[in-house]
């Protein structure tokens, strides 16, 4: 069974950095592209940043997040810098090969 476990979100202030984890398991994932989508509150969810053969920005993130992967761990990375009130969402890691979704994790940028 496929299962993404992220961490490392919480509350931080404008202009600061979390670096978000998202540990897979179950499956062989290193051949295949991760990425990360956020849902804000009232908001449906989007697209932030993949990794496969190269690697994807939403323009709202690009110059300012990160997308990384450790495979030897299994592990996918979101390094998010100059942090923004806006990127206030629960952050969420995706396989699409396998069709799953973490249970996801609050970042909170205060102002």
């Known amino acids: 069974q496929v299962q993404l476990v992220e961490s490392g979100g919480g509350l931080v202030q404008a202009g600061g950095s979390l670096r978000l984890s998202c540990a897979a398991s179950?499956?062989?994932?290193?051949?295949?592209?991760m990425g990360w989508f956020r849902q804000a509150p009232g908001k449906e969810r989007e697209f932030v940043a993949a990794?496969?053969?190269?690697?994807w920005y939403a323009d709202s993130v690009k110059g300012r997040f990160t997308i990384s992967r450790d495979n030897a761990k299994n592990t996918v990375y979101l390094q998010m810098n100059s942090l923004k009130p806006e990127d206030t969402a629960v952050y969420y890691c995706?396989?699409?090969?396998?069709?799953?979704w973490g249970q996801g994790t609050q970042v909170t940028v205060s102002s």
């Open positions: 995706r396989a699409p090969a396998y069709d799953a």
């Open positions: 990794i496969g053969d190269s690697t």
């Open positions: 179950g499956r062989t994932f290193s051949s295949y592209a």
